[in-house]
């Protein structure tokens, strides 16, 4: 079966930096687009990046784009959010997700119902 486990998460402060990587096993990682999502107390599990398949097409939502960065190593079946200039909102329960189909649209990239597996969560705080 499908397994993602990320890390990376933890406490940092306003401005600091900080780097998640998810590693995937169960299928053929080169083969599905890998997206992240956040989820904030009280709040719905918003879309945040993606990756194509190749890595050479990336998406962002508009409030992390020019912080955050995506990418992935499909020989080590990985991919990363590199995380900068971190602010207070950022505050967040980050999720690593594999897609369901293996040629997404850039518009369903970004969409939550197009992620078939998902990882358990790792914890960011940013603090001011």
């Known amino acids: 079966q499908v397994q993602l486990v990320e890390s990376g998460g933890g406490l940092v402060q306003a401005g600091g930096s900080l780097r998640l990587s998810c590693a995937a096993s169960g299928r053929t990682f080169s083969s599905y687009g890998m997206g992240w999502f956040r989820q904030a107390p009280g709040k719905e599990r918003e879309f945040v990046a993606a990756?194509?398949?190749?890595?050479?097409?990336?998406y962002y939502a508009d409030s992390v784009k020019g912080r955050f960065t995506i990418s992935r190593d499909n020989s080590k079946n990985t991919v990363y959010l590199q995380m900068n200039s971190l602010k207070p909102e950022d505050t967040a329960v980050y999720y690593c997700a594999q897609s369901g189909g293996s040629n997404l649209s850039s518009l369903l990239m970004k969409v939550k119902g197009s992620y078939e597996y998902w990882g358990q969560g790792t914890q960011v705080t940013v603090s001011s």
């Open positions: 990756i194509s398949r190749s890595g050479v097409s990336t």
